[in-house]
Structure formats: structure tokens, C-alpha cells
């Protein structure tokens, strides 16, 4: 069946570095895939969002790739900080339901 | 504006007896969708309610249900639990119901079944 996987469990990071943070997802009909982060003892709060028909989208120090021949997507954070350190989560949707399948997460520890 | 409240946030149970989870959504948002969150399977969707409808199911046992009043409050049920129901269950609001709407969550509801 479809699945969203993260390459890397655990990614640290020295403060000011910038994060790469990776996700394979094998639905080829996925259309919108976005980016949570998770806070110890939080919900996951919306990072950034991209749709199929981009392959680049921009945020404050975030920026997502979606790369659509590989199946792969990423989270860039730049001059990472330690209020950065988290769980990140890709997710992804298709068709017109509000069924969202996650990844399994990556944790980003920001080492100062 | 309040975000997405969850009560209770804490619940302890043993195997065998049941529980009612309930999910405020923010003023306004009419979708909502519940998620069960473990260490071991991650995130996992459950169902997602739409105008007291439900829209979508996950791939979970009948044992869990749920449903959504007029007013976009959502209870999920789980019966005869089991001791892998253990996990924090999430509830999510959107203003619409597509897979392109964002979503707010909540804290969650974290179980234990002894």
C-alpha cells in the first residue's frame, strides 16, 4: 500500500547551520504534501505545504522541494535554531479526501 | 481565536472497558479528523467528519468510532480496549473538508490501558 517514509531518524545540527531534512513517498498519485512539526507534549503544528504542480516553495527560513521523478520531498531550514529542535513530519494527501498519511518522523536536535 | 481543544488530556483505563474522547474545533471549522499517534506505527488517520457526516475511514478495528454534532465537536469512541490502544490520540480541524485544507491540531488525548 502507499507509505510515507524518512530517510534519517535523528538528524543534530550546530545552531546556525542550515537542516536538511529528507522524506520518500511511494503514492504516485499524491497531490499535496506538507510539513509538520511536533513539540514535546504538543499536537503538530503546519511548517509549509507544496502542491504537485510545484516543485519549490518558500517560507520563513523553510523551504520545501518536491522532486515528483523520485518520489522525494524535503524540508530545508536555514540558520537552524534551538527552538528548532522537534519531530518533523512529511505528510501527504490525494484525491479530494482529508486523508493525510504521515511519516514516521525525524528528530532534529540543534545543538548550541 | 482558541485552537483546537481535546479533553480529557489524560486517561488511564484498563483492557476491557471503553472511553470517549472529545475535540473541540476551532470556531468556524467544520472538518475534523482523528489520529491515533505510537511510537511504534507513528501517525495513523482514523476517521475525519465532515457536517456531522463522516467522510473517511483509516484502517483501524470497528472498536473504534466516532461521530460529530451540529456544532463541529467530534467524540471518537474506542470499545473493549486493548492494550495497544495505548497512544495519544490527536484531533484536527480544518474550515473545509479536502485534503488540501490545513489543519490545526490539538494536544491530544494521551491513553494508557493497563
Known amino acids: 500500500g502507499e507509505s510515507v517514509g524518512l530517510h534519517l531518524p535523528t538528524l543534530s545540527v550546530q545552531e546556525g547551520d542550515n537542516s536538511i531534512i529528507n522524506c520518500a513517498y511511494s503514492?504516485?498519485?499524491?497531490?499535496?504534501f506538507i510539513w509538520y512539526k511536533q513539540e514535546s507534549g504538543k499536537g503538530p503544528q503546519f511548517i509549509i505545504d507544496?502542491?504537485?504542480?510545484?516543485d519549490k516553495r518558500q517560507g520563513q527560513r523553510v523551504t520545501v522541494l518536491l522532486n515528483k521523478t523520485v518520489k522525494h520531498l524535503s524540508l530545508q531550514i536555514a540558520a537552524t535554531q534551538p527552538g528548532d529542535s522537534a519531530v518533523y513530519f512529511c505528510?501527504?494527501?490525494?484525491?479530494?479526501?482529508?486523508?493525510?498519511?504521515f511519516g514516521t518522523g525525524t528528530k532534529l536536535q540543534v545543538i548550541p | 481565536k482558541a485552537g483546537v481543544t481535546q479533553t480529557p488530556r489524560y486517561l488511564i483505563k484498563t483492557r476491557g472497558q471503553q472511553v470517549t474522547l472529545s475535540c473541540s474545533p476551532i470556531?468556524?471549522?467544520?472538518?475534523v479528523s482523528w489520529y491515533q499517534q505510537t511510537p511504534g506505527q507513528g501517525l495513523q488517520f482514523l476517521f475525519e467528519?465532515?457536517?456531522?457526516?463522516?467522510?473517511n475511514k483509516g484502517n483501524f478495528p470497528g472498536r473504534f468510532s466516532g461521530r460529530q454534532f451540529s456544532n463541529s465537536r467530534s467524540e471518537m469512541n474506542v470499545s473493549t480496549l486493548e492494550l495497544g490502544d495505548s497512544a495519544l490520540y490527536l484531533c484536527?480541524?480544518?474550515?473545509?473538508?479536502?485534503?488540501?485544507?490545513?489543519?490545526?491540531f490539538g494536544p491530544g488525548t494521551r491513553l494508557t490501558v493497563l
Open positions: 484536527a480541524s480544518s474550515q473545509l473538508a479536502g485534503g488540501d485544507n490545513e489543519q490545526f
Open positions: 503514492n504516485s498519485a499524491s497531490d499535496y
Open positions: 507544496i502542491r504537485s504542480n510545484m
Open positions: 505528510a501527504e494527501t490525494s484525491g479530494g479526501y482529508q486523508k493525510v498519511t
Open positions: 470556531s468556524g471549522h467544520r472538518s
Open positions: 467528519y465532515f457536517s456531522e457526516t463522516q467522510r
